[in-house]
């Protein structure tokens, strides 16, 4: 493997850093910075779109769950905050779909929606804890990152690795072992050139 094309950048000394974009899910930052970045105009074009599923389909059928999908989506995209940030505006486009409905007394609508909001706030923690728990992907990411981000050494003969206090290994069951990362072997363009002008040159001998 060339040197110029392995997974970090070797300085003078041969110490090589990194570095992989890895998101932190549970940095408190993590929704604003998503916010931005994210897809929020179609989390919130999904959660008008139920609103008005909600309102099409009338008072005698329930729509509840439908709701929880952008919740779910924002709790996943901008963290637990950011999530229930999206509780209130989830509630106040259930308040308008429900508008019109005739209640016996006013305050059974307020009732009602806060009971929407509980079960909305409810499947936001629920996501963040699937998402948070041991052996899922994001969390064994996020145990990953401080290896990834570490100094390791690099041998710029046979390219193997030796981190702090290590000894030399192999990169390929370094990245397997100590970053947690799931390899799959292929070929990149340049070696499929390079295999493909050698086997053309030894069949013309």
């Known amino acids: ?53 909600d309102h099409w389909a009338g008072f005698e059928i329930s729509v509840l769950p439908l709701y929880f999908l952008p919740l779910a989506w924002a709790a996943a995209r901008w963290g637990l905050v950011g999530g229930l940030w999206l509780v209130l505006p989830a509630t106040l486009v259930w308040l308008l779909a429900d508008y019109g409905h005739p209640y016996e007394h006013d305050w059974y609508r307020i009732v009602n929606a806060l009971g929407r909001a509980l079960a909305f706030a409810s499947a936001v923690v629920a996501t963040r804890f699937l998402l948070e728990r041991p052996g899922h992907p994001r969390v064994a990411a996020d145990g990953g990152e401080a290896v990834m981000n570490s100094a390791v050494d690099v041998c710029t003969s046979c390219h193997s690795v030796r981190p702090a206090g290590g000894d030399w290994e192999d990169p390929v069951a370094y990245l397997r072992e100590e970053a947690a990362c799931e390899l799959h072997a292929k070929l990149c363009p340049t070696c499929a050139h390079r295999a493909w002008v050698d086997s053309r040159k030894r069949g013309g001998a």
Do not use: C, K, Q
């Open 1 to 53: 493997m060339p040197a110029d094309r392995l997974p970090w950048a070797v300085n003078a000394e041969g110490v090589a850093m990194a570095s992989l974009p890895v998101t932190r899910f549970s940095e408190t930052g993590a929704w604003s910075r998503g916010l931005i970045a994210s897809r929020w105009p179609a989390i919130f074009g999904l959660l008008i779109l139920v609103g008005l599923l």
